[in-house]
């Protein structure tokens, strides 16, 4: 009894709308409840001709009633959620939109637990039991609550379905085998639903095995794309690497082109002023003649005219005037200006021709090509760039290199063996211009710039701009070289040549030709080898020069290439090597 008074409390306090207890209950003039959005909603819903309705009665309002809070029924509200959180489950448990309720349910219906196939009917829990304890009941096929229970009725005999015809793929009633369906292929429903559920198994593991393939490709697609993104990264560090070593390149040169024009500036302004000082000493010397033969010419004693006239005459003849043909140049540096254009045209081309064939193609369909392209095409424009900037540019600066050893001898340094660098057998002499291989080994101290391996030793100065050096040698075997200052000094590659730091011709008396060697690649020179070779270097502009020294200057081998730091001369002794003095 306590339970049918709360659901008849439940009921009158549930909205006819939306069938639930009252939310912010509001009651309207007619004394109808319902929840405020519900009301509100069905009147906005409404709103013709400003006339609003119940939806319970049909009386009609005008204006729009003013909707306020019943706290009384908000109260009463409270309270039955109360007690139905006391009371026992199967009270919670009211069919809402989207459930199917129990069929014997009166008022407001509970939500079915179960449906029975036999009974096609579906229960709450409470309507459910005789299902438990009735004997002819308990045979009954219960399945989760289905709305769907009407499609096992035959629409033709209104009887339950239990029958499958294979012939026409339908579910039939007995009455249907009956009659339309008479000697057709049948089988009980249950028959035909497990070779069927065999089927639906069979296609189940197959979609699993689907499943597991596309899981496999998809972490294989997540995987990819996480290996582009890699690449992709790798390739735009690379890349702004590539382009920073470019622009420092460029910088680099520019601060060179800079120093060379102010260079040649100062010694084009020495060579006018000179000429200039020169011209303004003729010119007072011509002054002073032209007023002493202006004198002479007004004497008026015909005797000393006569007189004076001898010491005077050479006065007249003409002088040798000043050659200013080689300075007269009214624009000194149009070479220059015309060279840097030309590069900047160079290196324009170069970017957009190899930008083209670097940029990704449709057609590619690998990250890691279009990466590798990617890299090696900017390893060759970088190549690319500095041969144009290095040989093409900073050739126009540079002057012509020298024909004649008077030329060579214009850029001589005076060169001196550094002590700390000269292996241990190697005996200075002649102020540190002649190394000797001799025993025992030296007495000298302790240095980490000494080649410990080889016989091997350098110039105390470093060798920068034009530069040009004699070395007499005695022995069978002398290597001359050049080579950066932070060149190996142990083992093999210390050896001059036998690496990418330094540039060695050997010299050696006991081949009949010399050889060119850098970084272990021997160039045969032909030609026997001499006792007197001369180098010139042109750093700025890469050139190394090797000449045999007689009456003449024979080329022996030239090297074009960038040196990116001084260079030191280096020397390998196995008999006598001295840097001759040059006048």
């Given at each position: ?27 309207i003039p007619c004394e109808h409840s319902y929840c405020m959005n519900c009301i509100e909603d069905c009147w906005d819903g409404e709103n ?111 009887e339950v379905m239990k029958i499958f015809c294979r012939t026409d793929q339908q579910c039939i009633c007995y009455l249907c085998s009956l ?249 200075l002499s002649k102020r540190n211009r002649k190394a000797t291989l001799n025993r025992p080994f030296q007495s000298y101290d302790h240095h ?136």
């Amino acid at each position: 009894m306590a339970q049918q008074g709360i659901q008849m409390d439940q009921e009158k306090i549930c909205c006819s709308i939306c069938l639930d207890l009252l939310k912010d209950p509001v009651t309207i003039p007619c004394e109808h409840s319902y929840c405020m959005n519900c009301i509100e909603d069905c009147w906005d819903g409404e709103n013709q001709n400003h006339i609003y309705s119940c939806p319970q009665c049909r009386q009609t309002f005008r204006p729009r009633p003013d909707l306020k809070k019943n706290t009384v029924l908000a109260d009463l509200v409270e309270e039955v959620k109360k007690t139905r959180l006391e009371s026992s489950p199967a009270d919670l448990c009211y069919a809402g939109p989207g459930d199917v309720s129990c069929d014997f349910c009166t008022g407001r219906k509970l939500k079915a637990v179960k449906s029975c196939l036999q009974c096609l009917v579906s229960y709450c829990d409470q309507h459910l039991q005789p299902h438990y304890h009735v004997a002819a009941l308990k045979n009954h096929k219960l399945v989760d609550p289905s709305k769907k229970l009407q499609e096992n009725i035959c629409s033709a005999h209104n009887e339950v379905m239990k029958i499958f015809c294979r012939t026409d793929q339908q579910c039939i009633c007995y009455l249907c085998s009956l009659d339309e369906h008479k000697g057709h292929h049948t089988v009980s429903a249950e028959t035909e639903r497990n070779d069927k559920q065999r089927v639906v198994g069979l296609n189940q593991e197959k979609i699993q095995q689907r499943i597991q393939d596309r899981e496999k490709d998809v972490r294989m697609l997540q995987q990819q794309v996480e290996v582009i993104n890699q690449s992709a990264d790798k390739a735009v560090t690379n890349s702004e690497e590539t382009f920073k070593d470019l622009i420092c390149l460029i910088e680099k040169r520019i601060c060179d082109v800079k120093q060379q024009i102010r260079s040649k500036q100062t010694d084009e302004v020495r060579k006018v002023r000179d000429l200039e000082e020169k011209l303004k000493q003729e010119l007072v010397e011509f002054r002073r003649i032209s007023s002493e033969l202006e004198q002479l010419s007004q004497t008026e004693d015909h005797i000393q005219f006569l007189h004076d006239y001898p010491f005077m005459s050479h006065l007249s003849e003409s002088t040798n005037p000043a050659n200013i043909s080689s300075v007269h140049r009214l624009q000194y540096f149009d070479d220059i200006t015309v060279a840097v254009s030309k590069t900047t045209d160079k290196l324009e081309d170069i970017l957009k021709e190899d930008w083209t064939k670097t940029s990704p193609r449709a057609e590619d369909d690998s990250g890691f090509k279009i990466q590798s392209q990617i890299l090696q095409d900017l390893s060759r424009l970088r190549t690319e760039l500095r041969n144009v900037m290095d040989v093409s540019l900073l050739k126009t600066l540079s002057p012509a290199e020298p024909k004649t050893r008077a030329e060579f001898l214009q850029y001589s340094r005076h060169l001196t063996l550094d002590p700390n660098t000269a292996f241990t057998l190697l005996l200075l002499s002649k102020r540190n211009r002649k190394a000797t291989l001799n025993r025992p080994f030296q007495s000298y101290d302790h240095h980490p710039d000494r080649f410990m391996d080889q016989l091997q030793v350098l110039s105390r100065e470093s060798l920068t701009g034009r530069c040009y050096w004699e070395v007499e040698q005695r022995g069978t075997a002398t290597t001359v070289a050049v080579t950066y200052k932070d060149i190996s000094r142990t083992r093999r590659e210390s050896a001059f040549g036998y690496n990418d730091r330094s540039w060695a011709l050997d010299n050696s008396a006991q081949f009949i030709n010399a050889k060119f060697i850098h970084n272990s690649i021997i160039t045969p020179i032909s030609g026997p080898p001499s006792s007197r070779i001369g180098v010139y270097l042109d750093h700025s502009a890469g050139i190394l020069s090797f000449y045999r020294v007689s009456d003449t200057m024979t080329l022996i081998h030239r090297v074009q290439t960038t040196f990116t730091q001084p260079l030191y001369a280096g020397f390998t002794v196995f008999g006598s090597v001295e840097l001759c003095e040059l006048k």
